[in-house]
């Protein structure tokens, strides 16, 4: 069955970076884009931008540009979220989701962005 | 951005009794390949988005019939023909023709 698997919980400085990877299982890694979705304490779901993991032609939400770097290692199968300039508004859950459809969703990670 | 704003965003419902969202989209979800790419997801406590119908009106596989989805163009529905204890959560719509919006949330709980 398919399986996204992402990276444990993260705490960081303001000012820091942080990557997150995601891990694809039990389907044809090249078959399916990844996107990423944030999720602040208590808040609603934000589309971050998504990665083609056959060319890593990448496409990020205007609100992140600057910020966010998504690469992926096919050897792997396994895609990363990296973002940078951390702030405390950064603090959120971050998911990675497949498909234009986003017919299947990682477990979540925890960033947590504190001094 | 594509806008899609969702009512009521708070649903009291009474256990075994229907439950009704809307989404509303500031433009129509029509893609130039003839698809409307609206899904809907629920979000139970502690738990990851799970989608429970894509392009308006399919359900997922392993999604409980008393779900269906309906709509076209702007406006659309998600309906709960009787709710279940295990149904308690948030529920998003999300469209993907115009990049990829999603609705406020609408929590549903049980009076």
């Known amino acids: 069955q398919v399986q996204l698997v992402q990276s444990g919980a993260e705490v960081k400085e303001p000012g820091a970076s942080v990557k997150v990877s995601c891990k694809a299982s039990g389907y044809t890694f090249s078959d399916s884009y990844i996107h990423w979705v944030r999720q602040a304490p208590g808040q609603g779901l934000e589309w971050m931008g998504w990665i083609n993991p056959v060319n890593a032609d990448t496409t990020y939400a205007q609100s992140f540009q600057g910020r966010v770097t998504m690469t992926r290692d096919t050897s792997i199968t396994t895609t990363y979220m990296e973002l940078s300039r951390l702030r405390s508004d950064d603090t959120a859950v971050y998911y990675c989701?497949?498909?234009?459809?986003?017919?299947?969703w990682g477990q979540g990670t925890l960033v947590t962005v504190s001094s | 951005d594509v806008v899609m704003t969702q009512s009521p965003l708070s649903l009291p419902v009474t256990l075994g009794q229907p439950a009704s969202i809307s989404c509303r989209s500031s433009q129509s979800l029509v893609y130039s390949d003839g698809n409307t790419y609206l899904h809907w997801f629920q979000q139970r406590p502690g738990q990851s988005p799970r989608r429970l119908i894509y392009?308006?009106?399919n359900r997922d596989s392993g999604v409980p019939d008393r779900f269906s989805g309906s709509g076209s163009g702007t406006d659309f529905t998600l309906k709960i023909t009787r709710v279940e204890a295990e149904d308690v959560g948030v529920y998003y719509c999300?469209?993907?023709?115009?990049?990829?919006?999603f609705g406020q949330g609408t929590k549903v709980e049980i009076k």
């Open positions: 392009e308006v009106s």
């Open positions: 989701a497949r498909t234009r459809g986003f017919d299947s």
């Open positions: 999300m469209q993907g023709t115009h990049w990829w919006t």
